[in-house]
Every structure is written in structure tokens, then in C-alpha cells.
């Protein structure tokens, strides 16, 4: 009689292969098991079980510890790239399918802005979108790009318009726009009239910022740091139309993004290129990694620029290079 061959081995998750890439996309989102397992609504067992078994599955070590974090390692980095467009699609797919369905007849539209974009930027391209959309109930969210960011993770807002310095692996920024740093003073200060001016001429007098958590500020004290060029602050202030009004008075002098500059600011104030030592500034759009936009979405987006995002899948969101 002839031997029986051994049963194949079976792993009992592979009838259903969305659960281990679910709880692996978790857990690298949110750098914990116990985190993935709320957010999932099962045990930590289970998840740790999934990760187990499809490390074995594929014969790669996909996370590992770094302090109280786990991390993906560069294998588990590849994964997570591809697995997660898979999840947020099929995880998406009742909603997605109901605003495909609904179309742009209705529904809703929440963007998170700075309020430099908010008051500099989207004024024409939000007419418009208003115009062609009137039924669409749009959001503008005043919040910096950081806090958008966590707005966008957390599925609060559907877009990020603003300005980015370091994107996050978990996001794709697509910049459309760019604007020139200028030093801000008052028409008949010393700087506006000197024939050449210097980064130490610029730190005698009192800046007047954002606040610091605000890229501006990053940016401005980066640049005295790195030049070993001691500096001043004279006031930190939000809004740039404030920071203007300051600067007019003769508070102090500010280095600001072209991005805030109207035709009425020449009567009041004198600008000087500065590019020659601080960074110019990019603004665009910033989306979730993986995750389909809404018909809501693309159409705002279309406006900024069209086809921004069309090589990330066949619907007009995608992929974005800085």
C-alpha cells in the first residue's frame, strides 16, 4: 500500500488574505498592536497572530521595534505601499460606491488650509468650485498644514491645501505653487533703501513671525542658525495681514512668502528679494496615501490643477513627487 503524502499546510487566515494586510497596515499606521487591535475591534492576540503568520508566509521580517514604536522594516515598507491601497480601497468601497452613485448632485467637501492659502490662494479656485457645484456643502478648515495632516489621517477632512517642507511617508504631496521669500519693511526704512543688504544686516532689527510652530518661523530660525547669525524676535503674531499692518507701523521687519502679497501692500510697505538665503515656498495639495477621493474631491482638485493626481489609479487621485 502506498504511503500517504503529508497534508499540505494550511494557515486558516488564508481565507480571508484582507485580515493580515488589515492588521499589518494598522499596526505600521499607528505603531502598535494594542493600538491596531482598538481600532480593528479585536484582541491584541489575534492581530500579533496575523503579523506572525504573514511574516512566515512571505520569509521576511516586516516590523520591528524602535523605542516604544513598531516601525516597518524595508521589506515591511514595500508592503505597506502595496497592501494599503488594497485595504483603503476594499475598506472603502460602500462608501466610495454611494458617492459615485450620488455623484456630485450633493454631498459634502471639508479642505484644511492655513489661513494664508485660505486667504491668498483659494479665494478664485472656492468662487469657482462654488459656482459649478452649488449643492456640494464645502468646509474650509483654517488650521497649519501640520494639524491638517492629522485632520487628514484621521478621515476629518478630505484634502490638505498648504505648504509642505518634509512630506510624511503616509502622505502624497503634489505641489502646484511657488512663491519667492521677501524681507517686509516699511517704505522708508534703512533696508528698503540700502543698494545691497546682508543676512547680518537683516538680524539688527526686530522680525516680527508666526508663531513657531508655523513652517515660516521654522524656516526663518533655520537659516540665522545654520549662518550663526544671532537675531531678534520683536513679536510673534498670527495672519499675515496682521503681520503687515505691524510691519507698516514700523514694529519691526518680517521675512514672509510672496504668497501674502497684494497690489494695495505697495503703498504701505517695501519689499527686498531674500532668496539669496532663505528657501522659496511651495503650496499644493496634500491626500492620504491608498485612500480613492470622493467625486467631491477630484472636482476642487481639477480646479487647482488638472489631472494633478492621475497616475495613482483611474479615477484622477494619485501619487505625487515633490
Known sequence: ???????????????????????????????????????LYVSQPAISLQLQAL???????LLERSGRRLVPTRAGEVLYDLALPLVEGIDGLPAAFR????????????????SATILYL????????????????????????????????????DLVVGSMVDVPPDLDYAPVYRFEPVLLTPPDHALARARRITLEEIARYGLILPPKRHVTY??????FQQARVPYTIALEVGGWE???????????????????????????LATRPVSEWFPARSYGVVVRKGKLLSPQARAFVEL?????????DGSGSGHSER
Open 55 to 61: 511574516e512566515r508566509e512571505l520569509g521576511v521580517k
Open 242 to 268: 496682521v503681520i503687515k499692518q505691524y510691519v507698516a507701523m514700523g514694529m519691526g521687519i518680517s521675512i514672509a512668502s510672496a504668497i501674502c502679497l497684494e497690489a494695495g501692500d505697495a503703498t504701505r
Open 122 to 157: 483659494l479665494p478664485k479656485i472656492v468662487e469657482l468650485f462654488r459656482r459649478q457645484h452649488p449643492d456640494v456643502r464645502l468646509t474650509l478648515h483654517d488650521a497649519i498644514t501640520a494639524d491638517g495632516n492629522d485632520l487628514l489621517r484621521s478621515d476629518t477632512v
Open 218 to 223: 521654522r524656516l526663518v530660525d533655520q537659516v
Open 99 to 114: 458617492r459615485e452613485v450620488g455623484g456630485l448632485d450633493a454631498g459634502a467637501l471639508t479642505i484644511a488650509a492655513n
Open 1 to 39: 500500500m502506498a504511503a500517504k503524502s503529508p497534508p499540505a499546510l494550511r494557515f486558516p487566515y488564508k481565507s480571508d488574505r484582507l485580515k493580515p494586510l488589515r492588521a499589518f497596515c494598522q499596526t505600521t499606521r499607528l505603531g502598535s498592536v494594542s493600538r491596531a487591535a482598538e481600532a
Open 304 to 312: 487647482i490643477r488638472p489631472d494633478l493626481f492621475a497616475r495613482r
